[in-house]
C-alpha cells in the first residue's frame, strides 16, 4: 500500500520540466534561469498578494509588502531553496475577523507575534513532528490544495469593481458573460497552450512567462478589453515604512491578539511544513523543518514592523517556481526583489498585464499540483487510507488546511490504533501442567481488553506462562492489564510466569512500581519473572 502511494507521489511530480537539477553546476546559464523563474513568480504573486488583501480587509500595499518581507527572507533563510512565500489566503480569511473588530494596528501586532511564536517552533525544533503527518493526508493536502486554487480563481471571471469583502472574504458580484467572457477564456486557453508548447520548443525562457508575456503583448497591442492587473488596485507605492504596531501595550491587548497569534502560527508553520515537503520530493532534498520555522518566524516579525500582514509558504508560486526551472534561493531573492521593483517603479506596465494570463499560469499550477494517480490507487489502498485521502481533501476545501491536516492525522492515527488493537492474540501451548500464552501483537490502551480476553484463569492449570517474544508493552493501560491478569491468577491460587518482557518494557514496569527485579538471569531478552501468587511478589526465574 505504502508503495502504491509513493508511487502515485511521484509520477505525479515526474513531468518533464520537474527534473532534478540540484547537481547542475552553477553558472551564467542557471543563474539565468534562476533570475527569469523569479520574475514569473512575481508576476504571479502581484493579483494574489492584492486579493489576499481584501479578503483580510486591509489596503492592497499590505498584503503586496507582505509578500515582498516574507518572500525575501524566506528565500535566503528558509529550509528548502526553492520554496516561495508571501501572503497567503489561508491566514487572512482568519487575519478578517481581528481586522473588522480591533484595527489593522491590531494585525501588525498581531503578526509580529505570530512570528516570535513560530520562532520558538523553530528554536524548540518542533518542525520534526511533520513526519507524523502520513502519506494519504499529504495526498489529501495537495489535491484540496489544487481545487482551492482553482476555485480562488473563479472570482477573475467577475466583472472588476463589483466583487466586494462581506467581512468573511471576497463575494458576489457580477459574472463575465456573452463577448467577455469568451475572450477571457480564450486568453486563459492560450495562455495554457503556451505554457504546455513552450518547453517542446525552446527552455530559454521558463514556459509560465512566455505565456504571460505573448498574451500580455497581444492583449496591448490589439486593445482588447480585458480584466487587467489595475483593475483590482493599484500597486503604486514606496519602500515598507518601519512602523511599530500603534496598540496599548498592556494585557488586554495581549489577550486579543494571542488566540489570533497562535492559529496563524500553526496554520502557516503547518502550510510551510507541507509545502517543504512537497519541494522536496520534486528537488530530491531532505531535512530543514526547524530552520524553516525560524525563517517563517524572523520574516513575520519582521512585517509586523515594517506595515504587513504577515504570510507562509505558498503552495502555488513554489510549483511555479520548480517547474519554471527555480531550485536555488537565487528565484526566490529575484521573484522578492522584481516585486519590490513594481512596487516602486513598474506599476503602471504591471497594471497592464490581463488577468486572463495569470490565470492560466494558476490553472496550469492546478493540473500539475492535483495527484492525479491518487485518483486509480483509491481503489487498491486499504480503505481506512483511501477515506482519508478524500477527507482531508474536502476539509481542506470547505474549511482550511490546518483543519484538515489535524483531522487526518487523528483519523489516521485512531485508525492506526484500532488496526494495531485488533492485532493482539495468543499463540496456546499445554504440557506438562503447565500453559503458555504466546502473545502476539502490541499490547496498548487499544488492544488492553482484548489482551485480558485471551485468558482462561477458571479453567487454567495451577502454573500458568505469558511469554511476551512476539509482543510488545507500550503504555500504562498495557501495564494495569498485566497487573489485572495477575491479580486475577493470584486470586485464584494460581502461579503465573511472565517471560521475554524486553529492556524497555522492563523499564516501564519497574518506573511505575509494578516491578522489582534484577534482569541479569535473562540476558538474551533482558528479563524473566515469576509472578507468586503466594506472596504477590515479582521475582527473577525462569
Known amino acids: ?66 509578500a515582498f518581507m516574507v518572500g525575501l527572507i524566506t528565500a535566503v533563510f528558509g529550509g528548502r531553496p526553492g520554496m516561495i512565500s508571501g501572503a497567503t489566503g489561508a491566514l487572512a480569511v482568519v487575519m478578517v475577523a481581528l ?46 490544495l489544487a481545487i482551492v486554487i482553482f476555485l480562488a480563481q473563479m472570482t477573475q471571471f467577475k466583472v472588476p469593481g463589483t466583487v466586494v469583502n462581506t467581512g468573511h472574504g471576497m ?72 512602523h511599530i504596531p500603534q496598540v496599548p501595550l498592556n494585557w488586554a491587548t495581549f489577550e486579543i491578539i494571542l488566540p489570533y497569534a497562535v ?31 525560524l525563517a517563517q518566524g524572523a520574516a513575520n516579525v519582521a512585517t509586523g514592523f515594517f506595515g504587513g500582514m504577515g504570510g507562509c509558504a505558498m503552495i502555488g508560486q513554489s510549483m511555479i517556481n520548480v517547474k519554471s526551472g527555480g531550485r536555488t534561493r537565487i528565484a526566490g531573492i529575484a521573484a522578492a526583489l522584481f516585486l519590490l521593483s513594481f ?34 490507487i483509491l481503489r487498491r489502498v486499504p480503505f481506512n487510507d483511501a477515506f482519508v485521502t478524500i477527507l482531508v481533501t474536502i476539509v481542506t476545501v470547505a474549511y482550511d488546511l490546518a483543519i484538515a491536516v489535524v483531522v487526518g492525522v487523528i483519523v489516521s ?13 495468543a499463540h496456546i501451548d499445554e504440557a506438562d501442567g503447565e500453559k503458555v500464552y504466546r502473545v502476539q501483537g502490541p499490547l496498548f490502551f487499544g488492544s488492553a481488553d482484548g489482551f485480558a480476553e485471551l485468558f482462561s484463569v477458571a479453567s487454567d492449570p495451577d502454573n500458568v506462562v505469558v511469554d511476551f517474544a512476539g509482543s510488545r508493552v507500550v503504555d500504562q493501560s498495557a501495564l494495569q492489564a498485566i497487573e489485572a ?58
Open 1 to 66: 500500500m505504502k508503495r502504491a502511494l509513493m508511487a502515485a507521489f511521484a509520477n505525479r511530480v515526474a513531468m518533464p520540466d520537474l527534473r532534478v537539477m540540484q547537481d547542475e553546476p552553477f553558472s551564467m546559464g542557471r543563474v539565468r534561469i534562476e533570475v527569469l523563474s523569479g520574475l514569473t513568480v512575481a508576476l504571479a504573486l502581484v493579483p494574489e498578494a492584492v486579493a489576499f488583501a481584501f479578503v483580510a480587509g486591509v489596503h492592497p500595499l499590505v498584503g503586496l509588502y507582505a
Open 99 to 144: 481586522v473588522a473588530q480591533h484595527g489593522v494596528e491590531y494585525l501588525f501586532a498581531t503578526v509580529v507575534l505570530m512570528g516570535i511564536l513560530q520562532l520558538i517552533a523553530g528554536a524548540m525544533h518542533w518542525g520534526k513532528f511533520i513526519r507524523l503527518v502520513p502519506h494519504p493526508v499529504m495526498l489529501g493536502f495537495v489535491n484540496g
Open 171 to 242: 463575494s458576489g458580484g457580477e459574472w463575465l458573460s456573452g463577448s467577455a467572457l469568451f475572450l477571457m477564456l480564450s486568453l486563459v486557453a492560450m495562455t495554457m497552450a503556451i505554457i504546455w508548447v513552450m518547453p517542446r520548443i525552446t527552455k530559454f525562457i521558463p514556459a509560465p512567462l512566455a505565456g504571460i508575456g505573448i498574451v500580455a503583448i497581444l492583449v496591448i497591442a490589439l486593445g482588447l478589453d480585458v480584466p487587467r492587473v489595475g483593475d483590482l488596485a493599484s500597486i503604486k507605492g514606496g519602500l515598507p515604512p518601519f
Open 263 to 293: 492559529i496563524l502560527a500553526a496554520i502557516g508553520l503547518i502550510e510551510s511544513l507541507l509545502t517543504l515537503n512537497l519541494v522536496g520530493e520534486i528537488t530530491g532534498k531532505r531535512g530543514g523543518a526547524s530552520q524553516e520555522c
Open 343 to 376: 512596487i516602486l517603479f513598474a506599476s503602471p506596465l504591471i497594471e497592464q498585464i490581463p488577468l486572463a494570463a495569470l490565470v492560466g499560469v494558476m490553472f496550469m499550477v492546478v493540473i500539475g499540483t492535483f495527484a492525479w494517480n491518487s485518483l486509480t
Open 413 to 425: 492515527a485512531l485508525s492506526y490504533a484500532w488496526n494495531n488493537a485488533r492485532r493482539i492474540d
Open 485 to 542: 491478569i495477575a491479580a486475577k491468577y493470584e486470586a485464584a491460587g494460581k502461579r503465573l510466569q511472565l517471560r521475554h518482557l524486553s529492556r524497555d518494557c522492563h523499564q516501564l514496569l519497574t518506573r511505575a512500581g509494578h516491578l522489582m527485579v534484577d534482569s541479569d538471569d535473562d540476558p538474551d531478552y533482558e528479563l524473566a519473572v515469576d509472578y507468586e501468587v503466594r506472596t504477590g511478589i515479582l521475582d527473577s526465574g525462569h
